[in-house]
């Protein structure tokens, strides 16, 4: 079984700065793409930001210029910092990886963490 456990959420002033962290554990062989969304009341749920093995990251235009993802491999972990932060990124934020099982096959699975509450207000 594969868990994801976030941290890092909180209540912050417009401007200033956030950094979640999202951690696997479990058993599995590797983790391939790493990824964060999130959902604000009544809207739908929709992507951050994201980054493949290789490093290669991607952004919501929304959020371009603010945040940032990384990942440690090592500790199983993808990071999301928030700088700049305004009142419109209040959501929960999810974290989701593309995890592979087995060393025997390529397939893999997405999982995801459980949320954690981002709030941006003076």
């Known amino acids: 079984q594969v868990q994801l456990v976030e941290s890092g959420g909180g209540l912050v002033q417009p401007g200033g700065s956030l950094r979640l962290s999202c951690a696997a554990s479990?058993?599995?062989?590797?983790?391939?793409?790493m990824g964060w969304h999130r959902q604000a009341p009544g809207k739908e749920r929709e992507l951050v930001a994201t980054?493949?093995?290789?490093?290669?990251?991607s952004y919501a235009d929304s959020v371009k210029g603010r945040f940032s993802i990384s990942r440690d491999n090592a500790k199983h972990t993808v990071y999301l910092q928030m700088n700049s932060l305004k009142p419109e990124d209040t959501a929960v934020y999810y974290c989701?990886?593309?995890?592979?099982?087995?060393?025997?096959?390529?397939?893999?699975?997405?999982?995801w963490g459980q949320g954690t509450q981002v709030t941006v207000s003076s």
């Open positions: 479990g058993n599995f062989f590797s983790i391939n793409g």
């Open positions: 980054i493949t093995s290789g490093g290669y990251t």
């Open positions: 989701n990886m593309d995890v592979r099982k087995w060393n025997f096959s390529p397939s893999s699975s997405d999982y």
